[in-house]
C-alpha cells in the first residue's frame, strides 16, 4: 500500500510530508524506507514548531499502516526513536491522542478573512455565518485557530455535508466532535483520499447505519466508513466501541472504523479490556484503532487496515 502523506498546502506540511512519503508502501525495503524517515524528519522538525511537530508524529505513526506485523512494529519504533529529541524539547507534548493536536488557542486576526470568505462561499445565512465565525475567534476555544485554518483552506469543502458539519459549530457542546471530523477528514486528504464525506447515515429501507467520515471508491460507492470516539477512560472503552460497532455495522462499506482516542496511556489497558476489543472487533469485521494518551496506538484485530486503497 503506498500512502502519499505531502500536505497538499502550507509550506510546513509540504516539509513535513516529504518526511513520511510513501513509507508504507510493504514490507519490502522497510528499512532503507525508515531511514530515509528519520533523517529527513530529524532535520525537518527542528524548525517548526510544537504544533507542526505533534501533527507530524501523529503522521509519521499513521504511515505505517498497511507494513507487515513485525516490520510495522519496528518502524513504529525507529520513528518514536527520530522524534524523541524534538519531543522533549516541546515538553513531551506529542503524539498524545488529542494532545497530538496541542491547543492552538482562538483564531487569530490573520485568520478571520480567509474564514469569512470561506462561510461567505459555503451561503449560510447571516445570523448561522455569525455564529460560526464567532466559535473559533471565542477565548473559550483551546481549538479555535486549528479549526480556523482547516475551514479557510477550503480544501473539504466539496465533501457531502461538510455544510452540516460546519453547522456544528454554532453549538458549543458539538464543536469537539464536528472539530474530530474535520481533523480526520484532512488526514485522510493528506493521505490522498479526495472523495470525502461526513455524516452518513441509512436511506429509507436500509438498516440504522451512522457515519461520521467516510470515503467513496470511483464507482462512488462507499469504500470506507468512520466512527470516531473520544474516551476519557479506558473503562469507557466497553461501552465505546459497542456503540461505535453498532452505528458501523450495517455500513455499506469494505472496511469500518472504530477511531477512538484515549486520554489515558496504553499501560492502563488491561488484559480483559484488550481480549474483548479484539474479540469484539473480530466477530463484526470492524477495526477498533485506539490512540493513547502516552502516543502508542493499538488496532483490533491485530494487523487490521485503518485506511483505505487508493
Avoid: C
Wanted: net charge negative; hydrophobic share 40%; glycine share 10%.
Amino acid at each position: 500500500m503506498a500512502e502519499d502523506l505531502i500536505p497538499a498546502v502550507h509550506d510546513t506540511e509540504k516539509a513535513l510530508g516529504n518526511a513520511f512519503h510513501s513509507v508504507a508502501d510493504g514490507a519490502d525495503g522497510v528499512a532503507g524506507r525508515t531511514e530515509a524517515v528519520e533523517a529527513e524528519a530529524t532535520g525537518r522538525l527542528s524548525s517548526v514548531g510544537n504544533r507542526e511537530t505533534a501533527a507530524a508524529s501523529g503522521s509519521a505513526q499513521a504511515s505505517v499502516t498497511g507494513v507487515g506485523g513485525e516490520a510495522q512494529a519496528a518502524l513504529r519504533t525507529r520513528i518514536s526513536s527520530a522524534l524523541a529529541p524534538r519531543e522533549a524539547a516541546a515538553g513531551g507534548a506529542l503524539g498524545s491522542g488529542l494532545e497530538r493536536w496541542p491547543a492552538s488557542g482562538p483564531m487569530r486576526p490573520g485568520q478571520e478573512a480567509g474564514v469569512r470568505a470561506a462561510l461567505e462561499r459555503m451561503k449560510f445565512p447571516p445570523n448561522d455565518r455569525q455564529k460560526i465565525f464567532d466559535a473559533p475567534k471565542s477565548k473559550k476555544s483551546p481549538m479555535g485557530a486549528d479549526a480556523a485554518e482547516l475551514i479557510a483552506r477550503g480544501h473539504l469543502e466539496g465533501a457531502d455535508e461538510y455544510r452540516e458539519v460546519l453547522s456544528q459549530f454554532k453549538m458549543a457542546d458539538a464543536r469537539p466532535a464536528a472539530m474530530m471530523s474535520l481533523r480526520h477528514a484532512d488526514d485522510l486528504h493528506r493521505l490522498g483520499h479526495r472523495n470525502l464525506l461526513f455524516e452518513m447515515k441509512e436511506q429509507p429501507g436500509q438498516s440504522h447505519f451512522d457515519i461520521d467520515v467516510g470515503t467513496r471508491a470511483v464507482d462512488h460507492s462507499l469504500a470506507a466508513g468512520y466512527q470516531l470516539k473520544d474516551v476519557q477512560r479506558v473503562a469507557g472503552l466497553d461501552s465505546a466501541s459497542r456503540k461505535a460497532i453498532a452505528q458501523l455495522v450495517n455500513a455499506p462499506s469494505g472496511l469500518r472504523v472504530a477511531l477512538m482516542d484515549v486520554h489515558e496511556p496504553s499501560t492502563a489497558l488491561d488484559d480483559a479490556t484488550r481480549q474483548l476489543l479484539s474479540s469484539r472487533a473480530a466477530a463484526k469485521n470492524i477495526t477498533l484503532h485506539l490512540r493513547f494518551a502516552d502516543g502508542r496506538d493499538l488496532t483490533f484485530p491485530p494487523g487490521a487496515a485503518v485506511y483505505p486503497d487508493h
